[in-house]
């Protein structure tokens, strides 16, 4: 399988895309208005104990209160009873529940206490984020756990020799010294020398984050994990990436340091694309996102799937379309159609980032050996999934139900707001994506040459968003595409609508350069 990286950098955002035989298959973002914060570590205030369900809330000083399960709370055993390693090597965290050897909430935690928690989980919706008292610091080759006492080794390396000679060599590095760690899959292969090294660095890093917690007074950030393009490489880019393509020079520089520093025989796949075209234009990833976004995906054999996000669960529905097969034998051709949707739904769960409870209603199936055929195929197109997933068997009704890890907000819930003309039941772009969408049309005008002079009318909201937050956004655009630039608001337009007019004659071009 050929696997690439694609990073698209501006100072208002980053994109990463992740991309498989040539299609996009996971997306994701930064920008300074999210507040990422998961993977931060806080030293947080205990608000409340409810022994009712096992669980406290803490201030760490966020808007929402930090949700602590009694079963992620550390027990004291000397990280025996923590969860596994990961597939990326990262410790996965608790199911809901106790575990058996934990505590009562009760007597474990109380009010007013003050603890170190690290976040696992975004704040989604109405909840805030789910921390944990289990800190864990993720380094290139190892995941570092100050409180644990075992040697785990990632799920994805496989051979056993391997897996028993890592285990052996973090065991003697470790010695004496306190805590634990985890090999994580960029470690398949690791020297002593790159395992001394950065085990010494991490530990350096809990000491002086020990020691900032205890001079710090709680609610406080203590320490902050890396940012996304940071993480990304950090995580996830080994021998198994054919490339990393940037298209902002400084990060670039950025991440070919770091690739030197720690795995410097992958530094000749780490490229600076600095082409007019925006790369992700050049990609075609710029449409595969807009498709992110639809209701109804086509399937290759003519069929479709119709995916509905809800606050409670996910609802896909499978459909033979215009796809008709053989008349003879129409459980062929529903075999096909639901072949086809095992494999798209299992792309596009992970490409829109959605988690939580997933319902798929595949059509209706008369052999059991075609029905255990689409539920092989679903799981294991998931399987190259980083978030963890389950599935169970079909339903009385025919219905598969799934769930898959809720780390963040979906890509929809993250890029778009309810939208105040239908109370609430659609989505519209927020004036942040709007003014971005904006940028990227007028530097593809640039591109392509064809034009002098360009005035852009967006919804007065966007246009008092520009001014509070980005007075500078028409000049330094203007100076870097050399194009005579104008911005006005019209309140004529919708909030998530804008429009792109050439030329004294303002002809309208928007649809030329907003992507499909």
Same mark, same amino acid.
């Given at each position: ?28 973002f ?37 949700f ?23 410790p ?54 100050p ?14 020799? /391997?897996?028993?000679?890592? &285990? @052996?060599?973090? +065991?003697? %590095?470790?010695?004496?010294?306190t *805590?634990?760690a !985890? ?6 292969e ?23 917690a ?71 990833? /710029?449409?595969?996102?807009? &498709? @992110?976004?639809? +209701?109804? %995906?086509?399937?290759?054999?003519? *069929?479709?799937? !119709? ?30 159609t ?11 769960l992970?490409?829109?980032d ?39 068997e079909?339903s ?15 890509l929809?819930?993250?890029?778009t707001?309810p939208c ?51 007075p ?45």
């Open positions: 399988m050929k696997r690439e990286i694609l990073v698209s950098a501006s100072d208002q955002e980053s994109w990463v895309a992740l991309k498989e035989d040539g299609r996009l298959a996971e997306l994701m930064d920008r300074p208005d999210q507040g990422r914060i998961v993977g931060n570590i806080f030293l947080g205030r205990v608000d409340a104990v409810l022994p009712g369900i096992q669980a406290a809330f803490v201030d760490i000083g966020e808007e929402k209160a930090a602590l399960h009694a079963s992620d709370v550390e027990t004291g055993d000397n990280g025996q009873e923590r969860a596994s390693p990961g597939q990326d090597g990262k996965e965290p608790q199911r809901r529940g106790r575990s058996r050897n934990a505590p009562p909430i009760q007597d474990a935690l109380q009010r007013d206490q003050v603890l170190l928690v690290q976040v696992t989980k975004e704040s989604i919706s109405t909840k805030g984020p789910r921390v944990t008292t289990q800190i864990s610091l993720p380094g290139r080759f190892l995941v570092y756990l409180n644990a006492g075992n040697v785990g080794v990632s799920r994805k390396i496989g051979q056993r020799s /391997e897996r028993a000679r890592l &285990r @052996a060599m973090v +065991r003697e %590095v470790i010695g004496d010294g *805590g634990g !985890i090999v994580r899959t960029a470690g398949e690791l020297t002593q020398k790159k395992l001394e090294r950065e085990y010494s660095e991490l530990r350096r890093l809990w000491e002086s984050l020990e020691q900032r205890k001079l710090a007074q709680a609610p406080t950030l203590v320490h902050e994990d890396e940012k996304l393009v940071s993480g990304v490489v950090r995580d996830l880019f080994t021998d198994k990436f054919e490339a990393v393509t940037v298209d902002d020079r400084q990060l670039h520089q950025q991440i070919l340091k770091y690739v030197k520093t720690f795995d410097p025989e992958l530094a000749d796949r780490i490229h600076y694309y600095g082409e007019k075209k925006p790369l992700f234009d050049q990609a075609g990833i /710029e449409e595969e996102i807009q &498709r @992110a976004f639809r +209701r109804r %995906v086509e399937l290759p054999t003519g *069929g479709h799937v !119709i995916i509905e996000q809800t606050e409670a669960l996910v609802s896909v529905d499978v459909n033979t379309g215009r796809f008709t097969g053989k008349k003879k034998d129409p459980e062929d051709t529903i075999l096909k639901n072949l086809d949707a095992a494999r798209e739904i299992a792309n596009q992970r490409l829109r959605v988690g939580g409870i997933v319902v798929i209603d595949f059509i209706d199936m008369e052999r059991q050996q075609n029905r255990s055929r689409v539920l092989h195929e679903l799981r294991s197109h998931l399987g190259r999934d980083r978030a963890r997933t389950k599935t169970w079909l009385e009704l025919g219905l598969v139900e799934m769930t898959r890890q809720r780390v963040r907000p979906s929809l819930h993250s890029l707001e105040a003309a239908c109370g609430g039941t659609g989505r519209v772009w927020t004036a942040p994506t709007l003014v971005r969408e904006i940028e990227r049309c007028v530097r593809r005008a640039a591109a392509l040459g064809d034009e002098k002079q360009l005035l852009v009318r967006v919804h007065p909201g966007v246009a008092l968003q520009v001014m509070e937050f980005e500078r956004f028409v000049r330094d655009l203007a100076r870097r595409t050399r194009l005579r630039l104008d911005l006005r608001d019209d309140p004529l337009l919708r909030h998530d609508e804008f429009r792109i007019l050439s030329g004294k004659a303002q002809v309208d071009v928007t649809d030329k350069y907003r992507a499909a």
